[in-house]
């Protein structure tokens, strides 16, 4: 879909963005050009479809059938644990990403419960952010020597609603042969675990738990191995590597470390470092476990790093619609045409991607926050696939959402919900007219978000609020509710988050 489009489809249309060069060696060299790029302009204001929105909140199932059938078809074998030469690896390997509410409705079975049980999950989260970031809590999952690496290839990226714990999954095979399984993707962790039988303690998964005995290709880590010492905080059991994770909510896994194999799509990656955990709590609940999407060695970006040479992208599929995102591994996953920012490295949290924010902008006009506010040192920016609600410095909050106020004057407020203090009645309402909201990076691009990417609905009959929430301290996150339907791509070998061109 191209970028950009006649304003009559606004509705369809995600961004308008600068500085399209696709990154490279070269581009990274001179990166500082994108602060020269002009400014586009873009409409202050477009239609919101009201009645829509409410249909979305009916849920679509998926089969999880139709997600098996990679296995069946010609695999490619790699490897995980040795260095391999790039140019073995041809082509972009694409997996489906999944939203929580379309795997199941078992726990949650309305939108409105839906809804809040989302929002104590995201408290949750971003609370864990903080303390990570802060360095608070050395078992935090961050401090707990969460590092994972990955590769290139891909899945269908499915939403998580009903699964518990994360918001997005992935469709994966475990072992050898492969077993199905649903992982949580988490861009801001380094851990890539499932659960493992023998099963000491458990929580409920959609699956059957993996049973390594039952795979030729586990094999478990000494104590003394490399991979062993790249875990800040391993143990020792019976001669074989431990591993412990914990999460800012009280969720935790522990259990051992081994080297498996792990399918996606028709790309099978042998020696991927996972845990087996045998003990597991929390908020996971129906996903097999986590996979680790971070900046850190361990992650599977990081441990398939030279393979992928860095690179992934994702989409996000939106609320409501019938089709699925996708994650996409190898650098043929970068799009050309796409607006790249600069990845900002933080020593104190290797897991989180960080970008520069110059500024916030409402109906086509840059909000009056100092542009300081975003800056590392004051908290910073990080892009999120597990926090659903973007947060703001208090003080930026406030400027943000009250230029919003004052530009929806003409719509029936409602009472705030949950964490939302700013909500609407479009009870009755077919389609309304709002500001545009808008995301200033630093550099040029300019990231200009539709409608319901920034209005949801919290119930069935017609409560919208705006999405967005002070943040507890000094910390930004950009949340998956912002990114939903936009093609994020991430080239870490070079340093740089690109947005659009395309959208799910």
């Not at 990656?269 to 845990?275: H, L, T």
């Not at 089709?323 to 043929?332: A, I, K, P, T």
């Given at each position: ?291 680790g999407l971070g900046g850190g060695s361990m992650s599977l970006v990081g441990q398939l790093g030279g393979q992928t040479g860095g690179a992934f992208s994702y989409c996000l599929v ?187």
């Amino acid at each position: 879909m191209p970028l950009f489009l006649h304003t009559s489809l606004l509705l369809s249309f995600i961004m308008v963005v600068l500085h399209l060069s696709p990154p490279s060696t070269a581009a990274s060299a001179n990166h500082s050009a994108a602060a020269a790029s002009p400014k586009l302009s873009f409409p202050p204001m477009q239609h919101f479809d009201v009645k829509q929105s409410i249909r979305d909140t009916k849920l679509m199932h998926v089969n999880k059938n139709k997600t098996k059938h990679h296995a069946r078809e010609e695999v490619y074998e790699y490897t995980a644990a040795k260095e391999t030469n790039v140019d073995r690896f041809h082509g972009k390997w694409k997996l489906s990403l999944l939203h929580r509410d379309k795997i199941s409705t078992k726990y949650y079975p309305g939108h409105k419960l839906r809804f809040e049980a989302r929002m104590k999950r995201d408290m949750l989260r971003v609370k864990s952010l903080v303390r990570r970031v802060s360095g608070v809590g050395a078992t935090a999952e961050g401090g707990a020597g969460g590092k994972y690496e990955m590769e290139e290839f891909g899945s269908d990226v499915v939403s998580g609603m009903d699964q518990g714990s994360g918001e997005y999954f992935v469709r994966i095979g475990v072992g050898s042969p492969a077993k199905s399984q649903y992982m949580v993707i988490d861009s801001g962790s380094d851990v890539v675990w499932v659960q493992c039988q023998p099963c000491t303690q458990c929580y409920h998964q959609s699956d059957p738990v993996f049973d390594p005995a039952k795979s030729a290709s586990f094999s478990g880590v000494s104590c003394g191995s490399s991979v062993c010492d790249r875990l800040e905080n391993s143990g020792c059991h019976r001669g074989r590597c431990g591993y412990q994770v914990s999460y800012g909510d009280g969720s935790y896994t522990k259990g051992t470390l081994a080297l498996e194999t792990l399918t996606f799509g028709r790309a099978m990656i042998r020696n991927v470092a996972i845990g087996c955990g045998h003990r597991n709590r929390g908020m996971f609940i129906g996903a097999a476990g986590l996979l680790g999407l971070g900046g850190g060695s361990m992650s599977l970006v990081g441990q398939l790093g030279g393979q992928t040479g860095g690179a992934f992208s994702y989409c996000l599929v939106s609320r409501g619609t019938g089709s699925s995102g996708s994650l996409v591994f190898g650098r043929e996953s970068l799009p050309v045409g796409a607006a790249w920012v600069n990845l900002i490295r933080n020593p104190r949290a290797p897991s989180f991607y960080y970008i520069g924010l110059s500024g916030i902008g409402v109906g086509g006009m840059q909000v009056p926050v100092p542009e300081s506010i975003f800056e590392l040192g004051n908290g910073g920016v990080v892009m999120d696939t597990g926090t659903a609600v973007t947060r703001f410095p208090t003080a930026a909050y406030v400027a943000f959402r009250d230029a919003f106020i004052s530009q929806t004057a003409s719509l029936p407020r409602a009472p705030g919900v949950s964490i939302f203090d700013t909500c609407y009645n479009l009870n009755g309402f077919v389609t309304v007219r709002v500001p545009t909201v808008s995301f200033y990076f630093t550099g040029g691009p300019i990231l200009t978000l539709p409608a319901r990417n920034f209005l949801i609905p919290v119930d069935e009959v017609g409560t919208f609020c705006f999405a967005f929430a002070p943040s507890p301290s000094g910390l930004s996150i950009i949340g998956n509710i912002q990114q939903e339907g936009i093609q994020i791509s991430i080239d870490g070998a070079n340093g740089f988050i690109g947005f659009g061109p395309n959208v799910c």
